[in-house]
């Protein structure tokens, strides 16, 4: 009788016109699905439908649900819209005897508001899966589970994200439901399978990423837990949890989830090279290399293993991941075989590249010291004028081409690497942050030698070259004196001179 009571329910709302006609049918067709088992009731709906549900006792909506028609209207007008089950309301009164029903409701709840957001309905559509979710919460006091708690959580990182690409900020409801799921899970946080407490763990990262930190007893619980069932985890679980890791240490101490990666890698040591997916490889080295957790040779050797394999199926999108890779080797001051970092590279140089790919990939190579100007020349060509503009990566092409600078500035290579340099030049910005940051940097040490160390010095000084007329500047300048027998020039360099000095200056 409940369940023909929500339906009662939506048949009122399909009259008030919040819900179309059309979705009359599908109403019935559910019904007969939920009351196939009620015996005589079954057979008087088959009779007489419209009059069955009529009879039923009426349900006054809870104080959660909407009633307002004008409210649901811009759902019920998506195009393509044909029954009630695309709708708020629809899902909320669908039957919640079991946890998987609960699942399918938010799974539901999720696809629409995702699908509402994309379609411009955002401030409206977020609010509305908010309450939603606290609904079935309200409903669902009782229960404490994992699986649902996960669920509501995730739906609600998906909604924020969907939100957050088309400008409206819903981060802090989405915390805040976190935090309560959390505390709703209290001592059954050891229930947790592995998987369900990764996906935990990865939702409280991006918590804590976007919105600010999250409770440390979450937290820690959630990676004890994943700790606790590291051996169950799959290629996938184990990807997400080394990324969380990677995300949770910009805001905790780095070492809190250096336990959780190690045994993150004992697990990864026993992939198979051909059952592993190239994304799952390369999140791994690049999760530990942001954790400054150092991997064993080992296992950086068969992920880089795995790469090159894998590279081979992926040739036409393998640009985001052999880029992530790279800058993991960087970090981490990897040198992969030679081989390998060949054919990694190669690959990479065939791919469609965005600006800052090749930029990060440039500067990867130059820490790595295995960048030469053939390779530099090719990446620069992917790199748009407009994007030089781009401080992030004005500053990695300037850090390559200061490692490919010859040692002796005669012959063709210094002219190549010269060319290069001074069309570079031509097209940075000036910007006005550096240069700032610049000035307070010789303060800094000027208060120094000044006010430490007592010294007599001055600051921005031209000098008279000993032979010749012309001037050079030096940065400070600290006198002949008691304890310093000879005069002492003191070059202080910052961002700014690092871009803007001439490119043929040596320093």
């Not at 995730?154 to 969907?162: G, P």
Request: with cysteine.
């Amino acid at each position: 009788m409940q369940a023909i009571a929500r339906l009662r329910l939506l048949r009122d709302l399909i009259r008030a016109d919040v819900l179309p006609a059309a979705a009359l049918h599908t109403v019935e067709s559910a019904a007969l699905r939920i009351v196939s088992g009620n015996g005589t009731g079954c057979q008087s709906f088959r009779v007489n439908p419209a009059r069955y549900v009529a009879s039923c006792p009426a349900v006054d909506p809870p104080a959660w649900l909407h009633t307002d028609p004008g409210h649901w209207a811009p759902y019920a007008a998506r195009p393509g819209l044909e029954n009630c089950e695309e709708s708020f309301p629809a899902y909320l009164a669908m039957p919640t005897k079991k946890p998987s029903h609960l699942t399918h409701i938010v799974k539901k709840c999720k696809e629409l508001a995702v699908t509402s957001i994309n379609r411009g309905l955002v401030s409206k559509t977020t609010d509305d899966f908010f309450s939603s979710i606290w609904g079935l919460l309200e409903r669902q006091t009782h229960l404490h589970q994992g699986i649902f708690y996960t669920a509501c959580a995730s739906a609600a990182v998906h909604v924020a994200e969907a939100g957050q690409a088309q400008g409206v900020w819903c981060w802090d409801q989405t915390s805040e439901l976190v935090e309560a799921l959390c505390n709703r899970l209290g001592p059954h946080w050891a229930k947790l399978g592995g998987i369900t407490a990764v996906n935990l763990l990865q939702v409280l990262a991006k918590c804590q990423l976007q919105q600010g930190p999250m409770p440390p007893a979450h937290l820690d619980a959630a990676r004890q837990q994943v700790s606790a069932c590291s051996k169950e985890l799959n290629q996938q679980s184990i990807s997400l949890a080394a990324w969380s890791c990677a995300g949770l240490y910009q805001r905790n101490d780095p070492t809190h989830y250096h336990g959780v990666l190690k045994q993150l890698e004992e697990q990864a040591l026993q992939w198979q090279n051909d059952e592993i997916r190239l994304q799952h490889a390369v999140t791994v080295i690049w999760s530990m290399a942001r954790s400054h957790f150092l991997p064993s040779t080992n296992l950086l050797e068969k992920l880089t293993d795995i790469a090159c394999l894998q590279i081979r199926r992926v040739v036409p999108h393998a640009a985001p991941d052999i880029e992530m890779l790279f800058l993991g080797y960087a970090w981490l001051g990897y040198l992969p075989p030679p081989q390998a970092m060949q054919a990694l590279v190669e690959c990479f140089l065939k791919q469609r590249l965005q600006s800052h790919q090749a930029s990060n990939m440039a500067w990867a190579l130059a820490v790595l010291g295995q960048l030469n100007m053939a390779t530099f020349t090719s990446l620069l060509a992917h790199v748009g004028s407009p994007h030089l503009q781009d401080i992030k990566i004005c500053r990695q092409l300037h850090f390559a081409l200061e490692f490919l600078r010859p040692n002796i500035a005669v012959g063709l290579e210094y002219q190549q690497w010269r060319r290069v340099s001074e069309h570079l030049h031509v097209s940075w910005p000036r910007c006005p942050e550096d240069k700032k940051k610049t000035r307070l940097l010789h303060q800094q040490v000027l208060e120094v030698l000044r006010d430490g160390l007592q010294l007599k010095c001055y600051k921005d000084t031209s000098i008279q070259r000993e032979h010749g007329h012309d001037l050079f500047f030096i940065d400070i300048l600290i006198e002949e004196q008691p304890g310093v027998p000879h005069d002492i020039a003191v070059e202080v360099d910052g961002p700014e001179n690092y871009i803007h000095n001439e490119p043929n200056k040596h320093r």
